[in-house]
């Protein structure tokens, strides 16, 4: 134990290569949301009507942007757990922000769309890189609160780019956020290249395997992480569909300017922020009183959570802005204290050389409900408008908190 612990301190290099890892993020996943404040702008562009741009734009492009980053990153997770993580990060840096640097020159809906899909490459590989680094740098006692504090960069990179696009596309145009939120990484990279260092590979632990197929075969047996998985794919649904939809809901439908609208769901990204935070602290105290806690209170808060989202949902009228803001606060802290603490719980029923296999799985879940998301979501759009389907989609985080309720008894078994 205290090897273990003499091993898991972090050295100068250390602090400095996590710092520039959590920045790398914050720009990377600035990239996320950037579309939403100025979807119909982007549909007059290429000559979209509404039906168009809520099946293209909508659906087609998440659909894309997550699915084939999600099935790439299976490949990268396998890397990530027999290679150098550093320059395996680097590439996957690269991939993602070149792309993202061009479609502010885009010129028609097909150098766009493909843009786009290589874009989803690089932040669905950032994923599985980054937790096993992550494993390797804490011992479990302090993942839950490390996940907290990525989360918390990365949800400030999703507001702060989403809410640059509002911001900036009525005035400037709808492609320069692109741009923006893309050439600050190129130098960010670089330091990273001259200075970053990688951990040694399940330092942090007090047991470990190579990877093999018997061990990938646990992997996939284990209850907790197919249940981690399942709420993945089904959680991250309603969460796409949203921040996919939302904006251009409350300002078309419901009569909010776009930069009204914008706050709005800046909002909401900046309370799912402190909530995946917060949720990390605290899931990490419960978890050192109890582990089965750690599932509890997640399940609990997703429960909470559904009700101000179904508010939000069925707001009738633009006449009180303060509404809806109370309503994102409430809904967007409540969801996402989930999320830290699965991350935590599959990084602890895992082993240092498979985790990389296992983020990539997750990711690969998780970009299966981002994707499919707002494409099946868009034809009940057609078929019952968009506040009936939105309600569908906040139905299924009940499903999620069912899920999650269920890893109370898997969770102390499968733990390493």
């Known amino acids: ?195 970053g260092t990688e951990p040694q590979r399940g330092r942090s632990d007090l047991s470990n395997s190579s990877i093999n197929l018997e061990s990938l075969k646990k992997l996939l047996l284990k209850k907790t992480n197919i249940l981690v998985f399942v709420q993945g794919a089904a959680g991250t649904v309603p969460w796409a569909v949203f921040f996919v939809f939302l904006v251009d809901y409350l300002s078309s439908d419901i009569g909010f300017s776009i930069q009204i609208a914008t706050i709005v769901v800046s909002v909401i990204g900046l309370s799912a922020m402190l909530g995946g935070f917060f949720g990390g602290l605290l899931g990490n105290y419960l978890y050192n009183i109890n582990p089965k806690y750690q599932p509890l209170l997640s399940a609990i808060c997703t429960f909470i959570g559904m009700v101000p989202t179904a508010f939000l949902i069925n707001i009738q009228s633009a006449e009180n802005i303060y509404y809806p803001i109370i309503l994102g606060v409430l809904s967007g802290f409540f969801i996402t204290v989930t999320a830290p603490n699965m991350k935590a719980i599959l990084m602890n029923v895992n082993h240092s050389n498979t985790r990389g296999t296992a983020f990539a799985l997750y990711n690969l879940a998780d970009d299966l409900g981002r994707g499919f998301g707002p494409f099946i979501i868009s034809f009940f759009i057609l078929q019952f408008g968009r506040q009936v389907a939105f309600n569908i989609a906040n139905f299924i985080w009940f499903f999620c908190g069912v899920s999650i309720l269920l890893m109370i008894k898997t969770y102390s078994k499968d733990e390493l």
Request: charged letters at 15%.
């Open 1 to 195: 134990m205290d090897e273990n612990k003499e091993n898991s301190k972090l050295s100068s290099s250390d602090f400095l290569s996590l710092t520039l890892l959590f920045i790398l993020s914050f720009f990377l996943f600035a990239d996320q949301n950037l579309m939403a404040p100025n979807l119909s702008q982007i549909a007059d562009d290429f000559g979209f009507n509404d039906f168009q741009k809520d099946i293209k734009l909508g659906g087609e492009i998440s659909l894309v942007f997550w699915l084939i980053g999600g099935f790439v990153t299976l490949f990268l997770g396998y890397l990530t757990d027999i290679v150098s993580r550093k320059k395996l990060l680097i590439f996957v840096i690269l991939f993602g922000e070149v792309p993202c640097l061009l479609t502010g020159f885009v010129e028609n809906y097909n150098q766009f769309f493909w843009l786009r899909a290589l874009t989803g490459i690089g932040i669905g590989g950032i994923i599985p890189i980054t937790y096993s680094l992550i494993a390797d740098y804490f011992p479990a006692k302090q993942r839950s609160t490390i996940v907290g504090y990525l989360g918390l960069v990365v949800g400030l990179g999703i507001a702060g780019g989403q809410l640059l696009a509002g911001m900036t596309g009525p005035v400037y145009g709808w492609k320069i956020c692109f741009i923006i939120v893309a050439v600050p990484n190129f130098f960010i990279l670089l330091l990273y290249i001259l200075f």
